[in-house]
């Protein structure tokens, strides 16, 4: 497809989803799990634990919060008086450089007008805003065994896309991380959320 047809055909789809007027959006996740527990005990319970860094943060409370739910899907139930578990969860937002980013363009060049300084919405180049707003997010969750602070569950998920809330990617990110606990398939995986869905 030319270049430019191409760049329309992902602006039209862009302006879409960041204006509500698309009710889903497919979030792609790259999983990878690594797993030791057997069985769920009878009572599986878990609190939540922190590293140093978390417990100087004061936006991990609120991370954890969009961790519970998915959590609590995967047969964990929270109970900070009788733990088996404790689960550390952690999640990294970057900037990244747009996939529809031209490099014979660069950054800069015209804007597609819809508001702010570069419009809205922009592709590399001659639409340089969605340059600057795509981002690689990643969520872990470690679940160690209590009392015997043996490591027993890691998972990861990875996704990278467009401006999105992240009260919204991240909750579904876990939901991803988490999928086929306590027995996922082994290697690299994709995992498909879907956002927004009626």
Known sequence: MPRPIRYLFAAVAAVLLLSGCANTYLLENQVQSFSQIATLPAQPTYRFERSLSQQADPTQQALEALADTALHAAGLRRDDAAPHFAVQVGA??????SPYADPYWGPGGWSLGFGG????IGFGGPWPMMDSYWFRREVSVLIRELPSNRLVYETHAVSDGPL???????????DAALQGFPHPPPGPRRVDIQLGAR
């Open 92 to 97: 990294h937002t970057e900037q990244v450089l």
């Open 164 to 174: 999105l809330d992240n009260r919204v990617v991240l909750p579904a990110m876990f």
């Open 117 to 120: 300084h570069h419009g809205a």
